[in-house]
């Protein structure tokens, strides 16, 4: 198993009710929004199945994970999530040991809700530019869909 994030990369406009419906219960409610998920959690593939045609997802790596929770990562009142705020509230040795947990899978980054962390990323658009054409399928030189490893490069261009 691994952890995935999964980037919302298509807009609201003529969704279908059950697509909007699964987006939503990824918390990828606007175009660049990512959230985090493990591979093996009960339903995912199906919902990702779901979602083809307007996200892309894969495995993230523990450099770029760190980057996003640093640089995206909220607490509610659009606080940043800083090293001081880790150790004093989760008990965890900064960003790093928060990002080592949750690919470790002892964490799970939608269940810190609770603790007033925002389960999603708000991300900006690929410094770059994407490389294919934002309609088509990863493997067909487009951007939707599953990317693997190669989801890193883009994460780290949007943070």
Do not use: C
């Amino acid at each position: 198993m691994s952890l995935y994030v999964i980037i919302r990369l298509r807009g609201t406009a003529d969704v279908p009710p059950k697509v909007e419906d699964t987006l939503y219960m990824l918390r990828l409610r606007q175009k660049f929004a990512a959230s985090l998920y493990w591979s093996g959690l009960p339903g995912l593939e199906g919902m990702l199945k779901v979602i083809v045609p307007w996200a892309t997802w894969g495995e993230i790596g523990e450099e770029a994970l760190v980057q996003l929770i640093a640089r995206r990562g909220r607490l509610v009142g659009d606080k940043k999530i800083t090293d001081e705020w880790v150790k004093n509230n989760l008990g965890l040795d900064g960003i790093r040991g928060l990002a080592q947990k949750l690919l470790a899978g002892e964490v799970h980054y939608h269940k810190l809700e609770e603790k007033g962390v925002k389960p999603f990323f708000r991300l900006r658009p690929p410094a770059g530019g994407f490389k294919g054409s934002i309609k088509k399928m990863a493997g067909d030189g487009g951007e939707l869909g599953y990317r693997g490893e190669k989801i890193n490069e883009l994460v780290l261009r949007m943070v």
